[in-house]
């Protein structure tokens, strides 16, 4: 019973072309959000979402389209794609209004999705 | 805005040995989580350990553990009895408090781990 769950795992497309990436959360967290992980493995955040609410855009450029239907949802559409939106794309959640002491305080994380546009 | 730092792109150890990876950050915060995650080839993020800031006692979980100085802004892992499937990419991360309204987590550049038979 997978807690985030995103498709597709991979994803090859040409340049210029429109795609999503879907992502579903069964735990009941409040927050979701997109990492974007590069060639080199560095993890920066793109957006996070908090009960269908946009917090946080990190500067990503336009042609990136998140979009919260509900809580436990949370997807990414990618307009013109470019060489450079290669990457793995990670959808996460978490809780909010932790307690001290709290166990579930880490993200937890998607399998990712491998885009590649040639 | 914090940031968190590894300094060790790669680290190699014997199966079986002790190896210690490194981590610092900073924060004007007083109050914060910090992580460990793992990501082997399959390329899942996993949960290795966590740390409460306002915590003084070092967390551990079986063969992991970490050395938390506060005032120093530091956070290593230790991995004990290192195993072959401990392999992988290792991330630090950086989480403040939720009251705080910082809703994201903070990725070190990760610290790829061999483990040689």
């Known amino acids: 019973d997978t807690a985030v769950s995103q498709t597709p795992k991979y994803l090859v497309t040409q340049m210029g072309n429109d795609k999503s990436i879907k992502c579903e959360q069964n735990?009941?967290?409040?927050?979701m959000y997109w990492y974007k992980q590069d060639s080199k493995k560095f993890l920066k955040i793109m957006f996070s979402?908090?009960?269908?609410?946009?917090?946080i855009n990190e500067t990503v450029p336009n042609r990136f389209s998140p979009k919260s239907p509900d809580k436990a949802h949370l997807n990414l559409h990618i307009n013109s794609l470019e060489l450079g939106d290669s990457a793995v794309y990670f959808c996460?959640?978490?809780?909010?209004?932790?307690?001290?002491?709290?166990?579930?305080?880490?993200?937890?994380f998607g399998q990712g999705t491998r885009l590649t546009v040639v | 805005a914090q940031t968190v730092t590894q300094s060790q792109p790669e680290m190699s150890v014997q199966e079986a040995e002790t190896v210690t990876l490194s981590c610092t950050y900073d924060?004007?915060?007083?109050?914060?989580?910090l992580f460990w995650y793992k990501q082997p080839p399959s390329r899942q993020m996993i949960l290795v350990i966590r740390?409460?800031?306002?915590?003084?006692q070092n967390a551990t979980e079986n063969r992991f553990s970490v050395n938390f100085q506060k005032a120093a802004k530091s956070f290593s892992l230790k991995i004990s009895d290192s195993q072959l499937g401990d392999a992988a990419m290792y991330f630090c991360?950086?989480?403040?408090?939720?009251?705080?309204?910082?809703?994201?987590?903070?990725f070190g550049t990760g610290t790829r781990l061999k483990v040689l038979a």
């Open positions: 740390q409460e800031a306002y915590k003084q």
């Open positions: 996460a959640s978490s809780q909010e209004g932790w307690d001290r002491g709290r166990a579930d305080t880490e993200a937890f």
């Open positions: 979402y908090n009960n269908k609410e946009l917090i």
């Open positions: 991360a950086y989480r403040g408090f939720p009251t705080s309204g910082t809703y994201k987590y903070i």
């Open positions: 924060t004007s915060e007083s109050d914060y989580y």
């Open positions: 735990l009941g967290h409040d927050t």
